[in-house]
């Protein structure tokens, strides 16, 4: 089954750390580029970042840059989120996806970040 | 950045009659190298991660009923569910991933009349 799933979500304290992974099974992942999307409760969608086939380029919103980092195995077809510093305006779910260009065909169903004391 | 408004923010229509969602961009997401708009529609439903719809402003992605389809060029596009389905009930977004920061549309929730 293609399928991508998100796992490492869950509750934080302001300024604490999480690493998010992306499982991909199904398809090939290092023809796709990535993403993370997140949706704060109750809000619409928000791009977080992308990350190229081969892991050579990324790009951030400009609200995470310098404390979140994408990066990629494709060998065990797993993409990460690894975020620091986190505030509490990070709570979302956040979903990755994955697609041949910038328009993502393929996504997961989530995980929760809760950043709260 | 660019900058995607939506409009209505909500719609309520009949089963059976046409759904018509408004996006416009701040900038020019068509792209004169490849005279592609860089626009896309998803769908999603409560609960469910986003649906892709519509790339490059007006493909239909595989599996997408033929009464939704995408239009426009250059800085406005339009999203238009012909004949108005229970299933379609959701909340559509527009994306421009011309460059980045990819960003969305606020969002336009369809309901049933």
């Not at chain 2, 089963?15 to 018509?20: F, V």
Request: with cysteine.
């Amino acid at each position: 089954e293609v399928q991508l799933v998100e796992s490492g979500g869950g509750l934080v304290q302001p300024g604490g750390s999480l690493r998010l992974s992306c499982a991909a099974s199904g398809i090939t992942l290092s023809r796709d580029w990535m993403t993370w999307v997140r949706q704060a409760p109750g809000k619409g969608l928000e791009w977080v970042a992308n990350i190229k086939e081969d892991g050579s380029g990324k790009s951030y919103v400009d609200s995470v840059k310098g404390r979140f980092t994408i990066s990629r195995d494709n060998a065990k077809k797993t993409v990460f989120l690894q975020m620091n510093s986190l505030r509490v305006e990070d709570t979302a779910v956040y979903y990755c996806g994955s697609g041949s260009g910038w328009h993502f065909d393929l996504w997961g169903r989530g995980t929760l970040v809760t950043v709260s004391s | 950045d660019f900058v995607m408004t939506q409009s209505p923010d909500s719609l309520t229509v009949s089963l059976g009659e046409r759904a018509t969602i408004n996006c416009k961009s701040s900038q020019s997401v068509l792209s004169t190298s490849d005279n592609r708009n860089y626009l896309a529609w998803f769908q999603q439903k409560p609960g469910q991660p986003p649906k892709l719809l519509i790339f490059w402003a007006s493909t239909r992605e595989p599996g997408v009923p033929d009464r939704i389809s995408g239009s426009g060029s250059g800085t406005d596009f339009t999203l238009t569910i012909s004949s108005l389905q229970a299933e379609d009930v959701a909340v559509y977004y527009c994306q421009q991933y011309y460059g980045a920061p990819i960003t969305f549309g606020g969002g336009t929730k369809v309901e049933i009349k």
